[in-house]
């Protein structure tokens, strides 16, 4: 099917815009079965210009951030922190309606997590809970906020996470003491005094 729709938008003279239209999508859909997401990308980037509407366009959009999403878990796999985040963020530039950006911007911060790239991650987490501060993740991005800080030798700014997760309503009554144990511990460690910093009174402590 890739192959003869390859040679359906290669014709001299040019077929019809419906007929491309037609050829663009079996060659974008036959390689992302392929497993050849950059070759489907492509395929899609190409189909975009030629949408018949709006919907269409959000359709092949949607297609195109999935091809680069692809890319970069195929990175991840091979071990390749640098390529797989830069196809993670690139889905910001190239489909930046897709459903899937958040979490392509989500992913990016946890691999950088996960790679002990503290500081990184810490920038891609501010940034998703600055872009999308009603999404879902934000109480995983407070948690994963928490540890790269606190890893990273940014003691009060982590206890500040771990405050905010003591006081989320979602949190179970012993990840809320623990939260504020270990924002204590940090305050401490950084020499802060709880004023400074918010409300973290031994009477929360001692429930």
Not at 125 to 131: M, N
Not at 159 to 183: F, H, K, N, P, T
């Amino acid at each position: 099917a890739a192959e003869v729709a390859g040679l359906v938008v290669t014709m001299q003279p040019p077929v019809t815009p419906e007929l491309e239209r037609v050829a663009w999508t079996v060659m974008g859909h036959a390689q992302f079965d392929l497993a050849h997401y950059a070759e489907a990308e492509s395929a899609y980037v190409r189909l975009r210009g030629l949408a018949a509407d709006p919907a269409a366009g959000r359709e092949v959009e949607g297609r195109i951030a999935a091809s680069i999403y692809r890319q970069a878990e195929l990175a991840q796999a091979g071990g390749d922190v640098d390529a797989a985040v830069a196809d993670f963020l690139r889905i910001d530039a190239a489909a930046p309606d897709a459903d899937i950006r958040p979490s392509a911007l989500f992913d990016a911060a946890t691999l950088l997590l996960t790679s002990q790239r503290w500081n990184e991650s810490v920038d891609l987490l501010q940034r998703f809970r600055r872009e999308f501060p009603e999404h879902q993740f934000n109480s995983e991005v407070t948690a994963k906020l928490a540890v790269a800080l606190r890893e990273g030798g940014r003691g009060a700014e982590a206890a500040a996470e771990y405050e905010r997760i003591a006081g989320s309503a979602d949190a179970a009554a012993d990840v809320q003491r623990s939260a504020l144990w270990q924002a204590a511990e940090l305050y401490v460690a950084a020499d802060q005094h709880d004023g400074e910093h918010g409300p973290l009174g031994t009477d929360q402590l001692d429930h």
